[in-house]
Protein backbone atom coordinates (compact mmCIF):
# COMPACT_ATOMS: atom_id res chain seq x y z
CA UNK A 1 0.00 0.00 0.00
CA UNK A 2 1.06 3.52 -1.41
CA UNK A 3 0.99 6.40 1.55
CA UNK A 4 0.74 9.57 -0.21
CA UNK A 5 1.71 12.53 1.91
CA UNK A 6 -1.20 15.57 2.08
CA UNK A 7 0.63 18.67 3.02
CA UNK A 8 -1.04 20.38 6.20
CA UNK A 9 -3.62 23.63 6.07
CA UNK A 10 -1.85 25.88 7.75
CA UNK A 11 -3.54 26.48 11.09
CA UNK A 12 -5.35 29.66 12.28
CA UNK A 13 -2.31 30.55 14.48
CA UNK A 14 0.04 30.50 11.57
CA UNK A 15 -1.19 31.93 8.51
CA UNK A 16 -0.62 31.47 5.32
CA UNK A 17 2.54 33.49 4.15
CA UNK A 18 1.81 36.21 1.73
CA UNK A 19 3.41 35.30 -2.07
CA UNK A 20 6.93 37.59 -2.22
CA UNK A 21 6.46 40.48 -4.89
CA UNK A 22 7.29 40.33 -7.78
CA UNK A 23 10.91 41.41 -8.32
CA UNK A 24 9.89 43.67 -11.57
CA UNK A 25 6.96 45.01 -9.70
CA UNK A 26 9.22 45.98 -6.80
CA UNK A 27 11.85 47.47 -8.76
CA UNK A 28 9.81 49.82 -10.76
CA UNK A 29 7.89 51.01 -7.19
CA UNK A 30 11.48 51.53 -5.91
CA UNK A 31 12.66 54.12 -9.05
CA UNK A 32 8.88 55.56 -8.86
CA UNK A 33 9.88 56.30 -5.20
CA UNK A 34 13.15 57.40 -5.92
CA UNK A 35 12.07 59.70 -8.96
CA UNK A 36 9.45 61.27 -6.66
CA UNK A 37 12.17 61.84 -3.96
CA UNK A 38 14.42 63.14 -6.53
CA UNK A 39 11.81 66.01 -7.80
CA UNK A 40 10.89 67.09 -4.26
CA UNK A 41 14.87 67.52 -3.29
CA UNK A 42 15.96 69.54 -6.16
CA UNK A 43 14.50 72.56 -5.96
CA UNK A 44 15.96 72.18 -2.30
CA UNK A 45 18.73 71.50 -2.70
CA UNK A 46 19.35 74.01 -5.61
CA UNK A 47 17.79 77.08 -2.64
CA UNK A 48 20.35 75.61 -0.62
CA UNK A 49 23.83 75.44 -2.80
CA UNK A 50 22.33 79.39 -3.85
CA UNK A 51 22.03 80.11 -0.60
CA UNK A 52 26.17 80.05 -0.02
CA UNK A 53 26.51 81.70 -3.07
CA UNK A 54 28.13 85.63 -3.44
CA UNK A 55 25.64 87.87 -5.01
CA UNK A 56 27.52 88.46 -8.09
CA UNK A 57 27.88 85.23 -9.27
CA UNK A 58 24.05 84.07 -8.41
CA UNK A 59 23.06 86.79 -10.91
CA UNK A 60 25.48 85.27 -14.13
CA UNK A 61 24.67 81.23 -13.48
CA UNK A 62 23.05 78.55 -12.09
CA UNK A 63 23.12 77.24 -9.17
CA UNK A 64 24.51 73.38 -10.87
CA UNK A 65 27.33 75.28 -11.79
CA UNK A 66 28.74 76.05 -8.35
CA UNK A 67 29.87 71.93 -8.46
CA UNK A 68 32.78 72.95 -11.20
CA UNK A 69 35.98 74.73 -10.39
CA UNK A 70 36.06 77.62 -9.20
CA UNK A 71 34.73 76.92 -6.20
CA UNK A 72 32.33 79.88 -4.68
CA UNK A 73 31.05 79.63 -1.21
CA UNK A 74 30.64 82.01 1.38
CA UNK A 75 28.64 82.59 4.25
CA UNK A 76 28.09 86.50 3.89
CA UNK A 77 24.14 85.80 2.91
CA UNK A 78 23.60 84.22 6.27
CA UNK A 79 25.77 86.92 8.23
CA UNK A 80 24.00 89.27 6.19
CA UNK A 81 20.24 88.15 7.04
CA UNK A 82 21.67 87.74 11.21
CA UNK A 83 23.07 91.30 10.23
CA UNK A 84 18.96 92.67 9.60
CA UNK A 85 17.18 94.79 12.19
CA UNK A 86 14.18 92.88 13.46
CA UNK A 87 15.06 89.43 12.72
CA UNK A 88 15.80 88.53 16.19
CA UNK A 89 12.61 89.74 17.20
CA UNK A 90 10.56 88.29 14.54
CA UNK A 91 12.22 84.77 15.30
CA UNK A 92 11.16 85.20 19.30
CA UNK A 93 7.37 86.75 17.83
CA UNK A 94 7.12 83.35 15.71
CA UNK A 95 7.66 81.29 18.84
CA UNK A 96 5.35 83.50 20.54
CA UNK A 97 2.64 83.18 17.93
CA UNK A 98 3.16 79.23 17.04
CA UNK A 99 3.89 77.40 20.63
CA UNK A 100 0.25 78.47 22.03
CA UNK A 101 -1.47 78.19 18.39
CA UNK A 102 -0.12 74.64 18.47
CA UNK A 103 -1.06 73.77 22.16
CA UNK A 104 -4.82 75.69 21.99
CA UNK A 105 -6.40 73.74 18.62
CA UNK A 106 -5.11 70.51 20.26
CA UNK A 107 -6.19 71.32 23.65
CA UNK A 108 -9.92 71.77 22.30
CA UNK A 109 -10.45 69.33 19.87
CA UNK A 110 -9.11 66.46 21.98
CA UNK A 111 -12.12 67.13 24.37
CA UNK A 112 -14.22 67.83 21.11
CA UNK A 113 -12.68 64.50 19.54
CA UNK A 114 -13.67 62.58 22.62
CA UNK A 115 -17.19 63.57 22.81
CA UNK A 116 -17.99 62.95 18.88
CA UNK A 117 -16.03 59.68 19.53
CA UNK A 118 -17.57 57.69 23.00
CA UNK A 119 -20.12 60.31 24.51
CA UNK A 120 -23.56 60.11 23.24
CA UNK A 121 -25.87 62.80 22.25
CA UNK A 122 -28.49 64.39 20.18
CA UNK A 123 -27.06 65.46 16.69
CA UNK A 124 -23.88 64.13 17.65
CA UNK A 125 -23.39 62.84 13.58
CA UNK A 126 -24.74 66.09 12.28
CA UNK A 127 -22.68 68.45 14.14
CA UNK A 128 -18.95 66.04 13.50
CA UNK A 129 -20.44 66.88 9.56
CA UNK A 130 -20.30 70.39 10.10
CA UNK A 131 -17.37 70.90 11.72
CA UNK A 132 -15.59 68.53 9.15
CA UNK A 133 -17.70 70.57 6.54
CA UNK A 134 -15.57 73.36 7.56
CA UNK A 135 -12.59 72.51 6.11
CA UNK A 136 -14.09 73.09 2.73
CA UNK A 137 -14.44 77.33 3.66
CA UNK A 138 -12.06 79.41 2.10
CA UNK A 139 -9.92 80.84 4.51
CA UNK A 140 -9.74 84.26 2.74
CA UNK A 141 -13.21 83.95 3.05
CA UNK A 142 -13.57 84.55 6.73
CA UNK A 143 -10.71 87.73 7.13
CA UNK A 144 -12.48 90.57 6.53
CA UNK A 145 -15.59 89.66 9.01
CA UNK A 146 -13.33 88.01 11.68
CA UNK A 147 -10.86 91.08 11.29
CA UNK A 148 -13.99 93.16 12.55
CA UNK A 149 -14.44 91.51 15.35
CA UNK A 150 -11.24 91.94 16.64
CA UNK A 151 -10.85 95.43 16.00
CA UNK A 152 -14.26 96.01 17.41
CA UNK A 153 -12.45 93.63 20.87
CA UNK A 154 -9.48 95.54 20.80
CA UNK A 155 -7.28 92.84 19.72
CA UNK A 156 -6.06 93.68 16.56
CA UNK A 157 -1.93 93.82 16.48
CA UNK A 158 -1.86 91.31 19.72
CA UNK A 159 -1.13 87.84 19.51
CA UNK A 160 -4.28 86.97 20.89
CA UNK A 161 -5.80 87.92 17.58
CA UNK A 162 -3.57 85.07 15.90
CA UNK A 163 -3.99 82.49 18.29
CA UNK A 164 -7.56 82.61 17.99
CA UNK A 165 -7.49 82.86 14.48
CA UNK A 166 -5.37 80.01 14.23
CA UNK A 167 -7.40 77.81 16.84
CA UNK A 168 -10.43 78.85 14.23
CA UNK A 169 -8.89 77.59 11.23
CA UNK A 170 -6.94 74.38 12.46
CA UNK A 171 -9.74 73.20 14.49
CA UNK A 172 -11.85 71.35 11.92
CA UNK A 173 -8.92 69.31 10.51
CA UNK A 174 -7.70 68.56 14.40
CA UNK A 175 -11.03 67.38 15.46
CA UNK A 176 -11.47 65.37 12.18
CA UNK A 177 -8.43 63.35 12.84
CA UNK A 178 -8.68 63.52 16.37
CA UNK A 179 -12.00 61.55 16.31
CA UNK A 180 -10.79 59.33 14.02
CA UNK A 181 -8.23 57.83 16.13
CA UNK A 182 -9.90 57.46 19.20
CA UNK A 183 -12.65 56.06 17.55
CA UNK A 184 -10.86 53.32 16.10
CA UNK A 185 -9.30 52.71 20.06
CA UNK A 186 -11.01 49.15 21.38
CA UNK A 187 -14.23 50.11 22.74
CA UNK A 188 -13.41 46.95 24.95
CA UNK A 189 -11.30 49.34 27.07
CA UNK A 190 -13.48 52.05 27.99
CA UNK A 191 -16.47 49.40 28.83
CA UNK A 192 -13.98 47.96 31.67
CA UNK A 193 -13.53 51.31 33.08
CA UNK A 194 -16.90 52.56 33.00
CA UNK A 195 -18.03 49.12 35.03
CA UNK A 196 -15.07 50.05 36.85
CA UNK A 197 -16.62 53.00 37.86
CA UNK A 198 -14.51 55.50 35.74
CA UNK A 199 -16.67 58.73 34.37
CA UNK A 200 -15.66 60.07 31.12
CA UNK A 201 -13.26 62.44 32.77
CA UNK A 202 -11.31 59.56 34.16
CA UNK A 203 -11.98 57.21 30.81
CA UNK A 204 -10.33 60.61 28.71
CA UNK A 205 -7.51 61.58 30.83
CA UNK A 206 -6.08 57.96 31.63
CA UNK A 207 -7.16 56.20 28.83
CA UNK A 208 -8.05 58.33 25.55
CA UNK A 209 -5.19 60.54 25.67
CA UNK A 210 -2.68 58.05 26.62
CA UNK A 211 -3.38 56.06 23.86
CA UNK A 212 -3.68 58.65 21.15
CA UNK A 213 -0.35 60.42 21.99
CA UNK A 214 0.94 59.32 17.71
CA UNK A 215 -2.27 61.17 16.56
CA UNK A 216 -1.48 64.30 18.50
CA UNK A 217 2.04 64.67 17.96
CA UNK A 218 1.06 64.17 13.72
CA UNK A 219 -1.31 66.79 14.59
CA UNK A 220 0.94 69.37 16.12
CA UNK A 221 3.43 68.66 13.36
CA UNK A 222 1.04 69.68 11.02
CA UNK A 223 -0.39 72.69 13.28
CA UNK A 224 3.25 73.94 14.05
CA UNK A 225 4.55 73.96 10.29
CA UNK A 226 1.37 75.48 9.29
CA UNK A 227 0.88 78.53 11.84
CA UNK A 228 5.42 78.77 11.75
CA UNK A 229 4.67 79.21 7.83
CA UNK A 230 1.84 81.31 7.94
CA UNK A 231 2.35 85.19 6.23
CA UNK A 232 -1.49 86.19 5.42
CA UNK A 233 -3.16 85.66 8.73
CA UNK A 234 -0.47 87.54 10.76
CA UNK A 235 -0.45 90.45 8.44
CA UNK A 236 -3.79 90.97 8.19
CA UNK A 237 -4.36 90.09 12.19
CA UNK A 238 -1.77 92.18 13.34
CA UNK A 239 -0.45 94.21 10.40
CA UNK A 240 0.69 97.47 10.56
CA UNK A 241 -1.15 98.12 14.27
CA UNK A 242 1.77 96.59 15.78
CA UNK A 243 4.43 95.94 13.67
CA UNK A 244 6.77 94.80 16.61
CA UNK A 245 5.05 91.17 17.04
CA UNK A 246 5.40 90.42 13.25
CA UNK A 247 6.60 86.95 13.16
CA UNK A 248 9.58 85.81 10.80
CA UNK A 249 7.70 85.15 7.66
CA UNK A 250 7.21 89.05 7.14
CA UNK A 251 10.54 89.74 8.33
CA UNK A 252 11.72 87.55 5.20
CA UNK A 253 9.30 89.18 3.12
CA UNK A 254 10.64 92.58 3.99
CA UNK A 255 14.07 91.63 3.40
CA UNK A 256 13.39 92.79 -0.53
CA UNK A 257 12.56 96.27 -0.85
CA UNK A 258 10.23 97.79 -3.47
CA UNK A 259 13.33 97.96 -6.06
CA UNK A 260 14.24 94.32 -5.30
CA UNK A 261 17.50 94.51 -3.88
CA UNK A 262 18.29 91.65 -1.53
CA UNK A 263 16.70 89.19 -3.28
CA UNK A 264 20.34 86.84 -2.63
CA UNK A 265 19.26 86.94 1.14
CA UNK A 266 15.99 84.90 0.40
CA UNK A 267 17.78 81.60 0.09
CA UNK A 268 19.92 82.07 3.54
CA UNK A 269 16.61 83.18 5.22
CA UNK A 270 14.54 80.45 4.19
CA UNK A 271 17.22 78.19 5.39
CA UNK A 272 17.60 79.64 8.79
CA UNK A 273 13.63 79.60 9.65
CA UNK A 274 13.25 75.83 8.26
CA UNK A 275 15.91 75.07 11.28
CA UNK A 276 13.28 74.98 13.96
CA UNK A 277 10.57 73.48 12.08
CA UNK A 278 12.86 70.13 10.79
CA UNK A 279 13.71 69.93 14.97
CA UNK A 280 10.11 69.62 15.79
CA UNK A 281 9.35 67.39 12.57
CA UNK A 282 12.59 64.96 13.30
CA UNK A 283 11.87 64.75 16.87
CA UNK A 284 8.16 63.52 16.63
CA UNK A 285 8.96 61.43 13.67
CA UNK A 286 8.39 58.23 15.09
CA UNK A 287 4.69 59.10 15.73
CA UNK A 288 4.31 60.65 12.16
CA UNK A 289 3.24 57.84 10.45
CA UNK A 290 1.12 56.39 13.37
CA UNK A 291 -0.83 58.97 13.77
CA UNK A 292 -1.84 59.60 10.49
CA UNK A 293 -2.42 55.79 9.47
CA UNK A 294 -4.40 55.43 12.42
CA UNK A 295 -6.36 58.30 11.72
CA UNK A 296 -7.39 57.49 8.21
CA UNK A 297 -8.40 54.28 8.64
CA UNK A 298 -11.45 54.90 10.31
CA UNK A 299 -13.79 57.31 10.10
Same mark, same amino acid.
Given at each position: MTIVAVPEAPSAAQPAARPPVRPRRKLVLHLAVVALMIIWVTPTLGLLVSSFRPQSVLSQSGWWTAFAPPYQFTLENYQGVLEQSGIGQAFINSLFIAIPATIIPLFVAAFAAYAFSWMEFWG??? =?????? %? +?????????????????????????????? =?????? %? +?????YLLRNFMGSLPRSVFESASLDGANHVVSFFRIAVPMSVPAFAALAIFQFLFVWNDLLVALIYIGLANSDNLPMTAAMANLVNSLGGGWYLLGAAAFLSMILPLAVFFGLQRYFVRGIVGGAVKG
Open positions: RDV =LFVVVV %G +LLVVPLQTTLIPVLKAFADWGLTGQFLAVW =LAHTGY %G +LPFAV
